[in-house]
């Protein structure tokens, strides 16, 4: 069935009165052009309450959106818009309150809904395993210091098919690590030892780190030296189908995140992703997008490590949980992780 102006209207009233607790709760303002949701969206950031707005398309396609340009979700399914007006309006109610309180209102209004919830999808069908592992092991343990570009700037993943690795050797020395400290098998004690660890203070921007850490290889740096992979063939030749690189700019505020698989950017057209988008309890993504599975992963690290207060601890959890990326923190932190400088040019 279309969805219409009206049929919505009639659809959140009976929703509403068959719940005690989304008594007074009002349909969200609807929009039938992008001018008149512009024009909402100011009404919004005005109030600074993040009031879910909606645009209602000539082809019956709701979309939300929580102030201008961030859209939550675009769905011809009735019944999930009204779990998605459901669940903003119960996230209000809680303002900064925990995603697990959220869940339990949701359950009482339908266990449905709070399952729906707990999952991060748009069913409740989705199967959730409860984590059970420290999440400061895996990559949330750099989260903190990364904030502050410490220890590099930009860290950088890489993936082959399955049966398969990225050589990290290979990947080194084709962004144009120094090939004598490669060959050497160079560590970060054999830099910090040297001339006690004064050279390594004054060239720390000019070196890299890389190594494997499960199906991963990476490559962490701050900047990239002129002429880096110009070797397209050579780079090819390395088998990579997915990248992901996330970079920290402290200075400017700006976190980001550029997934890649296929030779293609998963964004659902967005652009560049910042990683401040992700507010706890709220789905950074497009809702049932291609960057949804991160939606959900990261629902499930807010309610399994409520103990995690940093938001960016709980994205990097979430990376590793649905990506399997990690990085050896008993390596970084007894200088075994391989490094070099850039060599000269």
């Keep these: 069935m279309k969805i ?60 939300g959106r929580h102030g201008a340009y961030q859209e939550v979700f675009a769905t011809r399914d009735l019944e999930q818009v009204l779990y998605l007006i459901a669940e903003a309006a119960v996230r209000r109610w809680h303002g900064g309150g925990s995603p697990e309180e959220t869940a339990v209102t949701l359950d009482r209004i339908d266990p449905a809904w709070g399952r729906r919830f707990r999952s991060g999808g748009l069913d409740d069908t989705a199967t959730v395993e409860v984590c059970g592992r420290d999440p400061l092991e895996g990559l949330a343990w750099i989260a903190k210091s990364w904030r502050d570009q410490d220890p590099y700037t930009i860290l950088e993943f890489y993936r082959a098919a ?45 070196s890299c780190c890389f190594g494997q850490a499960g199906e991963w290889t990476y490559l962490l740096h701050h900047d990239t030296p002129p002429g880096a992979y110009a070797d397209k063939e050579a780079y090819a030749a390395l088998g990579i189908k997915e990248t992901v690189r996330l970079t920290a700019t402290s200075a400017k505020a700006i976190y980001s995140l550029d997934y890649t698989k296929d030779d293609r950017r998963v964004d659902d057209d967005w652009g560049m992703l910042e990683l401040i ?48 990326l990690r990085l050896p923190r008993a390596d970084f932190e007894e200088g075994d992780v391989r490094v070099a400088y850039w060599a000269e040019r």
Aim: proline fraction near 4%.
């Design 4 to 63: 219409t102006q009206q049929t919505l209207a009639e659809a959140w009233q009976r929703t509403a009165a068959g719940h005690a607790l989304l008594h007074g709760v009002e349909l969200p303002p609807v929009a039938l052009s992008e001018d008149e949701l512009e024009a909402l969206d100011e009404v919004a950031e005005e109030s600074e309450d993040g009031a879910l707005c909606l645009l209602l398309d000539e082809d019956g396609a709701v979309r």
């Design 277 to 324: 988008w992700y507010e706890r309890g709220r789905a950074p993504y497009l809702r049932g997008g291609e960057l949804d599975f991160l939606n959900q992963a990261l629902r499930r690290a807010e309610l399994d490590h409520p103990e995690l207060t940093h938001t960016f601890e709980l994205y990097f959890h979430a990376l590793e949980t649905s990506l399997g």
């Design 162 to 206: 399955p049966g398969r690795s990225v050589d990290a050797e290979a990947l080194a020395l084709l962004y144009g690590a120094d090939p004598a400290q490669v060959a050497a098998g160079t560590r970060l004690k054999d830099l910090q030892a040297a001339d006690g660890g004064r050279e390594y203070l004054d060239r720390q921007w000019e």
